[in-house]
């Protein structure tokens, strides 16, 4: 984050804070972040200027992130600038198993109009294209969660006679409407959504999950929004350790194969296949995730499902 993206709304405190970022450029961390305490102490209010100064000490290893992570919390319990995950980022286990909605909303928003030139042009994604590729025939109704600026549409345009897009950002679903592929669009915040008043043939989510967490609520619920025998597909970031899901310092969640083969199985999926795959590149460094396909059982009557979503 540039910290005076966001302004304090006090010449004094903004004046400290820039002084401070180039005492951080020169090396001098230490200075930099008692500097920003002493912007602090002209601005109290200002959740970015805590936000920064936990970065700072984090980054270091100087005392004290935690407790300015948790001041920004305090002061935006909506947590905008997810000052949660930072601050589960420092305990040995994660205590937290979702992100702050307003945290993923705002960062997306703020990424729309750059989104395609960066994961496509500089980090070479390619979920959508690994979800396509086991996909065949026809799907009837089709529903793209997560759908960001269209990507994933783009590949399931030709295989829907209707196809719908769900994001919980509005500046990424004005940049899927300009590309006019889909049927409907619609703002959906998909770690609480209701029981759903449709149905659907295939439901599909690239790289969503790593911004979910636990998954237990949208497997559910997507097990209630299928047509008996409809298919599921996405993907996720892999993790291989006997954790079912952990949070990088990437501030993305990744999940174990086992994880998601049971959550999957308890709501009533079938025919399940998870292949390995890389998703896309990060600093230079291939990101290793699962491609699954999943269809619901024909007789299932997502009675688990229905349980997880309305609990």
Same mark, same amino acid.
């Given at each position: ?46 959740? @970015?200027?805590?936000?920064? /100064? ?6 270091? %290893? +100087?005392?004290? !992130? &935690?407790?300015? =992570? *948790? ?116 703002? @959906?915040?998909?770690?609480? /959504? ?6 659907? %043939? +295939?439901?599909? !989510? &690239?790289?969503? =999950? *790593? ?101």
């Amino acid at each position: 984050m540039t910290p005076l993206q966001f302004s304090s709304g006090d010449l004094i405190a903004d004046r400290r804070a820039d002084y401070a970022e180039g005492l951080l450029a020169a090396g001098e961390a230490a200075a930099a972040a008692d500097l920003y305490r002493q912007a602090l102490e002209v601005a109290p209010g200002w959740v @970015a200027g805590w936000y920064r /100064l936990g970065e700072i000490r984090a980054e270091q %290893d +100087l005392p004290g !992130a &935690a407790e300015a =992570f *948790a001041e920004a919390l305090r002061l935006d319990p909506a947590d905008v600038m997810g000052a949660a995950l930072r601050l589960d980022l420092l305990r040995p286990r994660p205590a937290a198993e979702t992100m702050p909605s307003a945290f993923v909303e705002t960062l997306f928003d703020q990424y729309a109009s750059h989104f395609d030139a960066a994961l496509v042009g500089s980090l070479d994604y390619c979920a959508p294209q690994l979800i396509r590729a086991g996909l065949s025939g026809g799907h009837g109704r089709v529903l793209d969660l997560g759908c960001g600026t269209g990507l994933m549409g783009a590949e399931l345009r030709p295989l829907a006679d209707w196809l719908e897009g769900w994001d919980i950002s509005a500046e990424m679903l004005r940049e899927a409407e300009a590309k006019g592929i889909y049927d409907r669009l619609g703002k @959906a915040d998909l770690s609480a /959504l209701p029981v759903p008043a449709e149905r659907w %043939d +295939l439901v599909t !989510a &690239a790289d969503v =999950f *790593a911004y979910l967490g636990a998954l237990e609520r949208i497997v559910g619920w997507v097990a209630l929004a299928l047509v008996p025998g409809g298919s599921f597909a996405f993907t996720t970031e892999a993790h291989d350790g006997p954790e079912p899901l952990i949070l990088r310092e990437s501030r993305r969640y990744a999940h174990s194969e086992t994880y998601l083969r049971g959550l999957l199985a308890e709501a009533g999926f079938g025919e399940v296949t998870v292949r390995r795959a890389t998703l896309r590149r990060d600093r230079g460094a291939e990101i290793a995730g699962f491609v699954v396909l999943s269809r619901r059982n024909p007789d299932m009557m997502a009675a688990v499902g229905e349980a997880v979503v309305t609990a």
